[in-house]
């Protein structure tokens, strides 16, 4: 992937989803827009352990960690998976989104990306945020990293 | 639990059969629900449709990943799954989900996406159930991230499990997800080898009654074409356990209208009459969106019931039917399945066939043993599905759609394919090409629907905007 000119250099984004969901071409679609937005992405692939995903994470050191999911456990997966990120010093600070189908009822009254906000998000993007919400928020995120 | 019999019901692969040759579609829906109350709802529905039905319990996502605990967790906590956790719930609460509704005349299979399935099918079995799916390649690649040769040998002692009840008198029978994969992008020769080779892995570790599986992509020729290359494949290659052909209706991206859904469905019907598939498994309006209501459930199988039965009055019409090409009366031929006659639909060779057998043969000429074969095909990229991101996936090959829908390769890889024309063909490029390849169905159909309904406004089954009832979970 090529860096346009006006691009600061990039950020470390890791890509991935939890540890019951199995789909992933939702990953490879987030995958390759965070790369022609001149990130490095490490993709995790599908059902990923939470262990795994912690150690991972702690050893990337990433800028950003993109989770994703669709199979409707999302909600559930989540609120277990944050409290462990945020556990390891290096993450506390470490901006985590996540975005997907959250649930299995295809709508909600925003308690969702409140419960998730509370329980440590940086941001919910919600299950008809278009790609360009997430491209906005890391444009604004690459600007405020320092290099 | 030893006092009742292994299987109270009619065997699955006989129960298709039967209605196959009566001429009749068997529909069936993808169903779970976490709570036995709604599961034993949805079953019964599924049992009154206005159709030829089977009925399904499809189970959860934390069962399938073998987190049973967090299943346990959810259940306690009265939270709503995507399936039902059938390794929860005791054998005796499945069987109560499952009295006076799986007997004689309505099997029920367990549907699961499980790289390791023993738990799974030893639950199904003490529920005295005998009918699953599946595929030690196909609930392996896109279900997880457990090494391929964990999940074959997982899968061999799965198969043991089930070639076992057949002693006890029941007729077990499991199906090949092998022709779905990613459920899209994905083209047919590699999905109808796979089907194959998972089929052939079945029979080798016991299976007497199979079915294998086509998963309707984007060009309805090409979907034809496919499905007779797979009937020819398996009548050639099973001559020896009972087998039928099963439809799925689009595993991607669904049309976001319910009127293009209906479409979409229609269309699925239609490919699997016209190819001699005995099967089909719906997809109901609510796809893209969420998992479906029982009633949009009940709806999407009486569609697909009677587009198919339109589609089979048509042939008729125009020849006498068609000979059936999956499955045969098992009443004549209790073992063994018909070499495929000529079904009504005559789409032109483009070298699927070809394909597929290619992949086969260069896969059972790695090993005997079918396990290892597959293990060994996928370590050197002989097999190597596109976008897959499985580690045991080489990831060497990428496939397009061209402007017709047509799925060809764009990069083969290391994989025997035949030469043809195709390859070379431009790749899929960027997170727009990617969409626009993924959403190539669903616009499709969109559009299609927009455009039927403003030519017959009042046509119901175009117009209806929603299918009501009730959330399932
Ligand atoms: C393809 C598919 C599969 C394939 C997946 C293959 C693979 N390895 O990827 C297979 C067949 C294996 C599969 C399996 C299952 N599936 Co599925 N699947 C789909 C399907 C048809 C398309 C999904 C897809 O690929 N979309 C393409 C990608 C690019 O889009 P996307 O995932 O929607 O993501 C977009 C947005 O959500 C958003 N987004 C996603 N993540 C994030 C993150 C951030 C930060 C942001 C900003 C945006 C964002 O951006 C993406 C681009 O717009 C959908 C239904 C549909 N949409 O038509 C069902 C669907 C997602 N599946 C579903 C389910 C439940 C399952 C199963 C549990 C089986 C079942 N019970 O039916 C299993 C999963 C097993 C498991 N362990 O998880 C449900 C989920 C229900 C819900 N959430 O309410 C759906 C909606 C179908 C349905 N209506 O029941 N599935």
Redesign the interface.
């Known amino acids: 992937m090529e860096l346009g000119k006006a691009e600061r250099v990039g950020l470390d984004v890791v890509v991935s989803t939890m540890?019951?969901?199995?789909h992933?071409?939702n990953?490879?679609?987030l995958q390759?827009?965070l790369e022609?937005l001149g990130h490095r992405v490490t993709?995790l692939?599908?059902?990923?352990p939470d262990t795994e995903l912690v150690a991972e994470c702690r050893r990337l050191a990433p800028d950003l960690i993109v989770l994703s999911s669709v199979?409707?456990?999302g909600f559930?997966d989540a609120q277990r998976v944050i409290p462990g990120l945020r556990a390891c010093p290096e993450l506390l600070r470490t901006r985590v989104v996540i975005g997907g189908?959250l649930?299995?009822?295809?709508?909600d009254d925003g308690s969702v990306a409140r419960t998730l906000r509370a329980a440590g998000f940086d941001e919910v993007f919600e299950e008809h945020a278009s790609?360009d919400e997430l491209r906005s928020f890391v444009r604004a995120l690459s600007a405020a990293v320092p290099v | 639990m030893t006092a009742e019999p292994a299987s109270p019901t009619v065997p699955f692969g006989d129960h298709v059969a039967r209605a196959h040759a009566r001429g009749s579609l068997v529909v069936q829906p993808r169903m779970g629900m976490s709570r036995p109350d709604r599961m034993r709802a949805g079953l019964r529905a599924t049992r009154g449709a206005a159709a030829s039905t089977v009925g399904t319990i499809t189970v959860?996502?934390?069962t399938?990943?073998g987190?049973t605990a967090?299943a346990r967790r959810?259940v306690a906590r009265g939270?709503?799954?995507?399936g039902y956790p059938i390794t929860v719930h005791q054998p005796a609460v499945t069987r109560q989900v499952l009295r006076g509704i799986a007997d004689d005349g309505f099997p029920v299979q367990v549907r699961h996406?499980s790289a390791r399935p023993e738990e799974i099918v030893a639950a199904l079995l003490a529920a005295g159930l005998d009918a699953t799916e599946g595929g030690p390649v196909s609930y392996c690649l896109?279900?997880?991230?457990v090494p391929l040769n964990v999940a074959v040998a997982a899968w061999e002692r799965g198969c043991a499990l089930l070639a076992e009840a057949q002693r006890t008198g029941a007729r077990p029978h499991l199906e090949t997800f092998g022709g779905c994969m990613?459920?899209?992008l994905c083209p047919p020769g590699l999905l109808i080898a796979l089907s194959v080779l998972e089929a052939l892995f079945f029979r080798q570790h016991g299976l007497r009654s199979v079915s294998l599986s086509y998963a309707q992509q984007a060009n309805a020729r090409q979907d034809e074409e496919s499905v007779i290359a797979l009937s020819r494949l398996a009548a050639a290659l099973l001559p020896d356990v009972q087998w039928h052909i099963v439809v799925y209706a689009h595993m991607g991206m669904y049309p976001l209208t319910p009127g293009g859904a209906r479409l979409l469905l229609r269309e699925a019907a239609r490919l699997a009459v016209r190819t001699g598939a005995a099967r089909l498994i719906v997809k109901t309006t609510?796809e893209a969106?969420?998992?479906p209501t029982v009633a949009e459930n009940v709806t999407a199988l009486e569609t697909a019931a009677s587009a198919a039965g339109a589609a089979s009055r048509a042939s008729s019409a125009r020849a006498s039917a068609p000979p059936p090409v999956g499955s045969r009366p098992v009443e004549a031929l209790p073992a063994g399945s018909p070499t495929a006659g000529s079904p009504a639909a005559e789409a032109p060779d483009t070298g699927i066939h070809a394909e597929a057998s290619a992949l086969i043969d260069a896969v059972l000429d790695l090993d005997p043993d079918i396990g290892r074969a597959l293990v060994t095909a996928f370590a050197r990229g002989y097999l190597d599905v596109p976008?897959?991101?499985?580690?045991d996936n080489a990831g060497r090959t990428r496939s397009g759609l061209d402007a017709d829908g047509r799925l060809y390769w764009s990069a083969a890889g290391a994989m025997p394919l035949p030469a043809r024309p195709e390859r070379g063909s431009p790749p899929i490029l960027?997170?727009d090409g990617?969409?626009a390849a993924?959403s190539y169905v669903q616009r499709t159909f969109d559009r299609r629907a927009r455009t039927e309904s403003a030519r017959h406004p009042r046509d119901p089954r175009i117009t209806q905007t929603t299918d009501r009832g009730e959330?399932q979970?």
């Open positions: 540890a019951s969901d199995a992933t071409w990953l490879v679609f390759l827009l022609e993709n692939g599908a059902c990923v199979n409707g456990h559930i189908k649930g299995i009822t295809g709508t790609a | 959860d996502s934390y399938r990943t987190d967090a959810a939270l709503a799954l995507n996406g896109p279900y997880s991230r990613m459920g899209q609510a969106h969420r998992i976008f897959c991101l499985h580690p960027g997170s990617l969409m993924l959330h979970t």
